[in-house]
């Protein structure tokens, strides 16, 4: 496995970003971020592009489209295995995406509070984060995913061993991780609107 190169980190959790993004950059991986991630990582010294100049497309939409491009799908999703996707990825400018570092809007949170309304509860709907983490989850031989800030000591414990690369074990149990996630995220946004009932 070779070493990761460039991650994308955006994340509603901030927990321990700061000092994971330091290990990262200190390991030379090119850092990817979007709106709070990254302005947090640049306040602190962190070096960071922001995706919107990586896919030469502005956000847009009241942040609605920021990370839902090719340059960023295809970079996690292409197998590095096929040289096929590798002949695809180098013809229309798609660079490898190693590591995805996402945790989705907090909807749960935002639907009980006193006062949130159907349109709060919808904006509250992250449909980029959950689009990035099946994309790296079902791509696990070459990406590494990670959802929770409790793991990054044992992403740091692994590329020091592994010479900047990840476990495949690894890898798969994180991906697992991701879909549990994503199951119960639906399952929350999906026992809302039934109990909420059609906006009249």
């Known amino acids: 496995m070779k070493r990761i190169s460039r991650a994308v980190l955006s994340v509603t959790d901030k927990s321990g970003l700061v000092e994971f993004a330091k290990f990262l950059a200190e390991h030379q991986v090119e850092i990817l971020s979007t709106g709070g991630t990254a302005k947090l990582l640049r306040e602190n010294g962190v070096p960071v592009m922001e995706v919107s100049d990586f896919t030469g497309f502005p956000e847009m939409l009241d942040g609605r489209v920021k990370t839902l491009h090719p340059k960023i799908h295809g970079g996690i999703l292409g197998r590095r295995d096929l040289a096929s996707h590798q002949e695809q990825m180098a013809a229309h400018g798609i660079k490898p995406i190693d590591l995805v570092v996402v945790n989705l809007y907090q909807f749960e949170k935002a639907v009980a509070k006193p006062g949130c309304t ?43 061993l592994g010479k900047g690369a990840t476990n495949v074990a690894t890898r798969y149990n994180l991906a697992a991780k991701v879909f549990k996630l994503t199951h119960e995220y639906d399952g929350a946004i999906y026992r809302y609107l039934t109990e909420k009932g059609p906006a009249c």
Do not use: F, H, W
């Open 118 to 160: 159907l349109d709060d509860a919808i904006e509250n709907i992250d449909i980029g984060g959950p689009t990035m983490l099946r994309a790296a989850a079902k791509n696990y031989q070459a990406v590494t995913v990670v959802v929770d800030p409790a793991d990054y000591p044992l992403i740091m414990s692994e590329m020091k």
